[in-house]
């Protein structure tokens, strides 16, 4: 029988071979979606999930909302809280302070050589941080970090500074601290939101009081998850006390300080704090799971359409079958078998495909997705899912309609397919879809293009951003590097900044403070860049009001240059009436000399905020960066020149400003990227879909059109007869589907600060293209309809 069955099931596929090959690529290719949409989700849903008892772990974050209503939300909290947690509150169980620190870490050989390194992803960290998160050590243990000037570095670090070699033991310069190396650990999964490479443990024992600078991250290990929300509500009443009570002592500051618990494991999709590495956004994973849910649809409702169809086809041969004696089980037998071969076939071909995809897909989306994500349970359960799902709807309307019809109405070639309402109804469902997918889609296209062509208040073509080591970061080095910059350059083709202080920086500095407005105090945070007199220049960033601040700065009093944003958030009508005004940050006094425009720093995804920029001091030791205008082929290769000469680093680093701008969007480009990809195959399995609804459609009506050929009527009236039903469902299915698509795409784009408006010329493209789409279907069949001789089409008749 299954030999019979496989038989009949090949012999239909090749009578039929466009249809069914259209049928086969259309499940395969929306298969292949559904998991490729399961292994992103999962691994977008899964950061920090790796964690040991990470349902216990906490991080405490800090906001302070003030009187201008410009609050800061911050990730960091004050370095006195941990002592406090673990002092005053049982529900503590283990409590530890990180701080982020970058520098470098050199590699002394006995031959006198060194090997110098930049310390990405490394942290100052509690001795008890592996009380916290749990380890598998490679070699060495976490028994000796209690020791000062002990660091622990990840399995990839420690072959990139010491080879196949033991790192245990041996020592490492990190900057001019010598350091033992006492374990290496594991490395941490790329879906890490807390991802380190390097730890260094450090005494924080002299900030144990300190309440007045949120300086590092503090995470906290509960005995019982339950107890977050009570613990919470005690460590503000602590925050009060202490915090507070500090800022009104000191300041007469009357800003509101909240601590909040945030468990790590939901930190990846929380809102984007300051201090913090950039989120994942939960709007693009719920418009991504909700494509995968209409693409499976589609190609389901196409499925069954398919197998309708070829049912319709064979209804005289299954009533002969009928006649020789196959019994109800027997077909139940074909159906399913026949459905389950198919389904098995796609399910093959869908993973094959993801397989062939897979580099492709992890270009698009910058996620190290791999084959091991589809033997992960959800994955697996997903696929058992749709397995029965495809077999169920490929053979319920032949078994159903197949029970139902008597032997003599299938042998006259004509079978009554059910309620033609439902077919109505479901045609809507499917027009109503695509309609709205192509109308966001669109709206996607215009954002990402807004996006891209917009205007960020300054230029960074050309401009280059070395980073200079600490060695090279202040006094005489610093001034050497420079008077070699100036031999063959104008002064104002390069600027000295921060290492934090230009637009696209992943952390901003930032500062509370005061300032007058005629007698109203006005309590505000800002954000900070520490540059030289030139960098406004060089990046053409535009004068307001005011000039720039002195190159050389003797007053006691600093100068500063802030943006228009922070003129409003100080509630002056004109920029010219804050020049000469006075910040208060704390100890200091900033006397403000300038106003710039507005320039987009952050990016898009929230609105410009007060922008205060401070001379660069040139003699202290935090790291600092160089911007260079190329102007010459031969400009880059001699910065490369004088940085060798000068620094004992390997090799110059450096990036581009323009490629570091783009990184502000690189999130919203990529998923436009992928949601305009499954939005398009969306459109394409719905484009095969109304083909075969439209020919199933057309089948029912075979009798009628033949009976309306022998009576005369042309093939343009016909044409019109037939398209007229379908295009009546198409204007019911774009009056159902614009409103529902304008609300979710103005959903989707208010999570941007920055964004195009939805255009009425949207609304009509979208249904322009889906009548076309919809006109060309019906003519295909219709013609091919019209072209069979009448008498064969009533010949059972």
């Known amino acids: 029988m299954n030999k019979t069955t496989l038989t009949i099931l090949l012999r239909k596929a090749r009578k039929r071979f466009f249809a069914f090959s259209l049928n086969i690529v259309g499940l395969s290719f929306g298969i292949c979606s559904v998991i490729f949409i399961t292994v992103y989700s999962i691994d977008e849903l899964s950061y920090d999930k790796h964690i040991q008892n990470h349902e216990r772990i906490y991080r405490v974050t800090t906001e302070y909302q003030t009187n201008s209503g410009t609050d800061l939300a911050m990730a960091e909290s004050f370095l006195g809280i941990s002592p406090t947690l673990k002092k005053e509150f049982p529900e503590v169980e283990e409590a530890v302070r990180v701080l982020p620190y970058k520098g470098n870490i050199t590699i002394q050989f006995k031959s006198g050589n060194s090997n110098v390194f930049k310390a990405e992803n490394t942290y100052k960290v ?21 020791k000062p000037n002990s660091i622990i570095v990840t399995e990839s670090l420690s072959k990139k500074l010491f080879g196949d070699k033991s790192p245990v033991n041996k020592a490492v310069l990190v900057d001019n601290q ?11 999964p790329k879906n890490s939101d807390f991802y380190y490479e390097a730890l260094l443990s450090h005494d924080f024992s002299q900030y144990d009081d300190d309440w007045g600078n949120p300086a590092g991250f503090t995470y906290v290990l509960l005995n019982n998850s339950e107890t977050a929300n009570k613990l919470e509500s005690k460590i503000n009443l602590i925050a009060v006390e202490k915090a507070l009570s500090f800022f009104v002592k000191e300041y007469d500051m009357k800003s509101n300080i909240r601590l909040s618990l945030q468990p790590i494991s939901t930190i990846h999709f929380s809102k984007q704090l300051s201090g913090d590495a950039i989120k994942g956004n939960p709007i693009y994973l719920k418009v991504l799971i909700t494509l995968g849910v209409v693409i499976f649809l589609i190609v389901i409702f196409n499925h069954s359409n398919f197998s309708t169809s070829i049912y319709t086809e064979r209804i005289h041969e299954l009533s002969v079958r009928k006649l020789m004696g196959i019994g109800k089980s027997g077909l139940l037998k074909q159906f399913v078998v026949e459905s389950v071969t198919i389904a098995v076939l796609v399910i093959l071909i869908s993973i094959a495909l993801y397989t062939i995809l897979l580099p492709f897909t992890q270009e698009m989306t910058g996620k190290s997705l791999t084959l091991s994500h589809l033997y992960d349970t959800t994955t697996l359960v997903i696929l058992a899912t749709i397995f029965l799902i495809v077999v169920i709807s490929g053979s319920f309307y032949p078994v159903f309609y197949s029970f139902r019809n008597s032997t003599l109405t299938g042998l006259k070639g004509f079978s ?29 296209h215009n954002q990402v293009s807004f996006l891209r062509n917009r205007n960020y208040g300054f230029n960074s073509d050309n401009i280059v951003m070395v980073s200079l080591p600490k060695e090279l970061s202040s006094g005489n080095n610093l001034r050497t590097f420079t008077d070699y910059l100036q031999k063959d350059r104008p002064t104002n083709d390069f600027s000295i900044i921060n290492e934090l202080s230009y637009p696209g920086s992943e952390r901003l500095g930032y500062q509370l403070g005061w300032i007058y407005n005629n007698d109203n105090r006005i309590e505000a945070n ?6 030289d007199s030139i960098f406004s220049e060089l990046l053409g960033i535009k004068f307001l009001a005011g000039g720039n601040f002195a190159p050389q700065q003797n007053e006691i009093i600093k100068q500063a240059v802030v943006n228009q944003t922070f003129v409003k958030m100080a509630r002056f009508d004109n920029v010219r009436n804050i020049i000469g005004e006075t910040i208060y940050a704390f100890d200091e006094k900033i006397r403000i000399v300038g106003v710039v425009s507005d320039f987009n720093y952050q990016g898009f995804q929230q609105s410009i905020k007060p922008l205060v920029m401070l001379p660069i001091n040139s003699t ?30 390997d090799a110059l680093e450096y990036t581009f400003l323009d490629e570091r701008v783009k990184k502000m969007f690189e999130q919203e480009t990529t998923t436009g990227r992928v949601t305009q990809a499954f939005s398009l195959l969306a459109i394409f399995l719905a484009t095969i879909g109304l083909y075969s609804l439209s020919n199933l459609i057309l089948l029912q009506r075979t009798k009628e059109i033949g009976v309306r050929k022998i009576l005369g009527i042309s093939q343009s009236s016909l044409t019109i007869l037939l398209s007229r039903e379908f295009l009546f469902l198409f204007l019911i299915s774009f009056a159902v589907a614009v409103p529902f698509a304008w609300d979710r795409s103005q959903y989707w784009l208010s999570d941007y600060a920055f964004r195009t408006d939805l255009r009425i010329s949207t609304i009509g493209l979208s249904g322009l293209i889906i009548a076309v789409i919809l006109i060309l279907g019906i003519v295909t069949n219709i013609i091919r309809s019209t072209r069979i001789n009448p008498v064969d089409l009533l010949k059972n008749e």
């Not at 916290?132 to 976490?142: M, P, T």
């Not at 800002?526 to 540059?531: A, I, K, P």
């Open 620 to 649: 202290s030791n935090d790291s600092k960066k160089v911007l260079i205008k190329l102007k010459r082929p031969e400009d880059l290769k001699n910065i490369e020149g004088i940085y060798s000469k000068l620094s004992t680093m």
């Open 416 to 444: 009554s397919l059910g309620n033609n309402r439902l077919r109505k109804f479901l045609t809507v469902g499917q027009l109503t879809f695509t309609v709205g997918l192509v109308f966001f889609t669109l709206t996607v």
């Open 526 to 531: 800002f954000n900070l860049f520490e540059v």
């Open 178 to 188: 010598m350091y033992g190396v006492v374990g290496v650990i594991d490395d941490l």
């Open 126 to 146: 509690d001795k008890e941080f592996f009380k916290v998160f749990r380890h598998s050590f490679i070699n060495g243990n976490d028994m000796d970090f209690s």
